[in-house]
């Protein structure tokens, strides 16, 4: 089993840059595709990133591309989003995911895809 904890969430101005962490426990996550997502209210989930294990292998959502940056450290058993050039539309609870894909550099873009989720961490954006 793995557990999620997002961390990194909060008020930030238009145009600022955010930070969010995604840190596992339970077992290493060096085998994981990993993924980002958000949902705003009244909005289903969306995706936003993926980073395959390992690292080399990274995609996004056409909204955030060029703003967004998705990274891991294996060895700290954690994701990262780095957020920039941040806008209204950016505004949601971002949830992190994983999913066991051992010896294969692929990751994922739906939720069904993911078996393990974070709780969340809300991301305001004010203007």
């Known amino acids: 089993q793995v557990q999620l904890v997002e961390s990194g969430g909060g008020l930030v101005q238009a145009g600022g840059s955010l930070r969010l962490s995604c840190a596992a426990s339970?077992?290493?996550?060096?085998?994981?595709?990993m993924g980002w997502f958000r949902q705003a209210p009244g909005r289903e989930r969306e995706f936003v990133a993926a980073?395959?294990?390992?690292?080399?292998?990274?995609d996004y959502a056409d909204s955030v591309r060029g703003r967004f940056k998705i990274s891991r450290d294996n060895a700290k058993n954690t994701m990262y989003l780095q957020m920039n050039n941040v806008n209204a539309e950016d505004a949601a609870v971002y949830y992190c995911?994983?999913?066991?894909?051992?010896?294969?550099?692929?990751?994922?873009?739906?939720?069904?895809?993911?078996?393990?989720w974070g709780q969340g961490t809300q991301v305001t954006v004010s203007s």
């Open positions: 339970g077992r290493s996550i060096r085998s994981d595709a």
């Open positions: 980073i395959a294990w390992s690292g080399r292998a990274t």
């Open positions: 995911a994983a999913a066991y894909t051992p010896r294969s550099n692929i990751y994922y873009y739906t939720n069904q895809s993911y078996t393990y």
